[in-house]
């Protein structure tokens, strides 16, 4: 069997719990009516009867199956890569959009958040500086206002590099089926 087939695992069990069914026998002297006791009746006539009681017998069924899927634990594995890679993306394009809206609204460099969110992004917007020339700027609300369209072209970038690299996983790994493991335990009672 090759490491990417698929396995099942199937392991069944029968359990009987009870006693089994009995057998009741009862015994009965019937005698001549009329005659006192301690004298021996003249003829006697004995019934002999027999019962069968079901007792509480019950048959529990368990069968647990597990299906192994490699291919389907790869693409486990390429799917936590990829959330993992588009998260940092997505950080990173949301502290982009913050820089870029800070700065359009002209947001005073000297208080804290605005220096925080600066120092974040200043090394993600460093490769395209000056890639449209000067900034245009306007007068903002605490300085001026400047239109930055490098930190929008960083987020279109970094989003195509994520892209490429999930796709340079999956296929690195060799992800061809998305079906993963499945457990499947069944439990069934039946009485007797």
């Known amino acids: 069997m090759g490491d990417n087939e698929r396995r099942v695992i199937r392991d069944e069990e029968k359990v009987v719990v009870g006693e089994p069914q009995e057998t009741v026998t009862s015994q009965t002297s019937v005698g001549t009516p009329g005659v006192a006791p301690g004298v021996a009746p003249a003829a006697s006539t004995t019934v002999q009867t027999s ?3 079901p007792a509480d017998r019950v048959m ?5 199956e597990k299906v192994i899927d490699p291919a389907g634990e790869k693409a486990a594995s390429v799917n936590w890569l990829s959330n993992v890679i588009w998260f940092i993306v997505g950080l990173m394009a949301i502290l982009l ?3 870029f809206i800070l700065l359009a609204a002209g947001a005073n460099e000297s208080v804290g958040f605005a220096q925080l969110i600066y120092g974040l992004t200043d090394w993600m917007v460093a490769p395209f500086v000056g890639l449209f020339g000067g900034h245009f700027t306007y007068p903002g609300s605490a300085g001026t206002g400047i239109i930055e369209f490098e930190s929008l ?3 279109v970038v970094y989003a195509i590099i994520g892209w490429v ?5 999956q296929l690195a790994l060799g992800t061809n089926r998305t079906s993963t493991t499945v457990y499947s335990d069944t439990n069934r009672q039946t009485k007797l």
Do not use: G, W
């Open 60 to 64: 529990q069924r368990n069968v647990a």
């Open 153 to 155: 072209v960083a987020i």
């Open 97 to 99: 959009v913050i820089r």
């Open 165 to 169: 690299l999930v796709k340079l996983s």
């Open 51 to 53: 019962a069968t009681q």
